[in-house]
């Protein structure tokens, strides 16, 4: 005599649900890029790299230069932007020492010399918006090129620091980073430590 066992279905999960196209080119390129580069590492090269095209001295390009260096490096894209926020005082000045320091590697005068002859012309408008408009015309052209040719040079002085700032920036906040890391990890084993076991009710 035989005995027959019943057959229990097995239960196929459900398959996992699709990804739409706004969450693959939209929601997960995002918070890939708010919670990549977490590391001391990441966090330091941030910084380094964030102060340094923060100095950039073209105005207007230091957000987009942050946006494209921090994905092309898995960079932590808010902890970039905000370096770049906080740098947007001091990069006027470093502007200016750009450009001259440009003018000093290439030999060449600063273009705004030129607008002294209109200010010795124009001796009781120094505070109008005459003057600062003959500041930026005067000659036009002639002021406009010698201006382009300022800015590159400019360029290149940043090119030529630049990698000695990342470097002491990298390598001065590195240690103070793990240092933080390895802090907080201790206090967190001794908090798990100091609090008593959890007994399962009988």
């Known amino acids: 005599m035989s005995s027959t066992v019943p057959h229990t279905p097995i239960e196929t999960p459900d398959p996992a649900p699709q990804d739409t196209f706004w969450q693959r080119t939209v929601v997960r390129p995002i918070v890939k890029q708010l919670t990549q580069g977490i590391t001391p590492e ?11 095209l923060a100095f950039f001295p ?8 942050c946006l494209f260096i921090g994905i092309f490096l898995r960079l932590n894209q808010p902890l970039i932007q905000l370096v770049n926020a906080l740098c947007t005082l001091p990069h006027l000045l470093v502007i200016y020492l750009l450009f ?15 607008a002294s002859e209109f200010i010795l012309r124009n001796p009781h408008n ?8 003959g500041m930026f015309s005067y000659p036009h052209r002639a002021f406009w090129h010698r201006v382009a040719f300022e800015a590159l040079h400019a360029i290149v002085a940043w090119l030529v620091i630049a990698p000695f700032w990342i470097g002491t920036i990298y390598y001065t906040s590195l240690p103070m980073l793990r240092e933080i890391v390895r802090s907080r990890a201790e206090a967190s084993l001794k908090e798990a430590a100091a609090k008593p076991p ?3 009710v009988p």
């Open 58 to 65: 073209i105005l207007g390009t230091t957000t987009l230069l």
């Open 100 to 114: 001259r320091l440009g003018g000093f590697l290439f030999g060449t005068p600063p273009a705004h010399a030129n």
């Open 42 to 52: 990441k966090i330091a090269l941030t910084l380094a790299v964030g102060t340094a």
């Open 198 to 200: 959890v007994h399962p």
């Open 126 to 133: 120094h505070f109008s918006i005459l003057m600062v408009y």
